[in-house]
């Protein structure tokens, strides 16, 4: 049981991990391109021993346009860049990234996008729910299905042509 304050937290407790290695940005050049990594995160403040490990799969997509608030992504110029755990913020699973939204349509329970966003999209097997990595406003927004909200974008920036994740948005999995 908790007793007093909650400690208030500070940069440092944000969920870092081992910087990542995503993709030469050579192989995100195509639109809609994309890249699969798995990230390890750590959680400093969560467990007995102040340390735990854990593994998180994540997509970069190379977008046709740029984004002004591509969530996450160092620096705040605009990108086309985004990059997306792939853990479903409705109850965990692990969602794809699928390009041809026909493949959505045919595989996750019919739902057809409205024209705008008939490009790749990412969709969850557990439960159906899709979202749109390009959206313009929100990144990520859901289109479809329970998740109460987009996946969570991955903190990262580009050493030496190569995009490397840093860290990752706060949060659980919902
Ligand atoms: S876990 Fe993805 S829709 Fe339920």
Redesign the pocket.
């Known amino acids: 049981m908790l007793h007093g304050k909650l400690p208030h937290l500070t940069e440092g407790d944000l969920p870092k991990g081992e910087p990542s290695s995503v993709a030469a940005l050579e192989e995100l050049q195509q639109p809609w391109s994309s890249k699969f990594f798995v990230f390890t995160q750590k959680y400093p403040q969560y467990t007995p021993e102040r340390a735990k490990a854990a593994a998180v799969p994540g997509v970069a997509i190379k977008l046709p346009w740029k984004l002004s608030s591509p969530g996450y992504k160092a620096g705040k110029e605009p990108t086309d860049i985004v990059v997306f755990s792939r853990i479903?913020p409705?109850?965990?699973?692990i969602?794809n990234y699928v390009p041809n939204w026909r493949e959505v349509t045919a595989g996750h329970g019919g739902y057809v996008p409205p024209e705008v966003r008939r490009h790749g999209l990412l969709a969850?097997p557990?439960?159906?729910?899709i979202f749109d990595p390009a959206d313009r406003e929100v990144p990520g927004r859901v289109l479809s299905?329970?998740?109460p909200r987009p996946p969570r974008c991955f903190i990262y920036e580009v050493r030496d042509g190569v995009l490397v994740a840093t860290g990752l948005e706060p949060g659980g999995i919902a």
Do not use: K, M, T
């Not at 409705?90 to 699973?93: I, P, Q």
């Open positions: 479903c409705h109850v965990g699973c969602f969850c557990c439960h159906l729910s299905g329970p998740a």
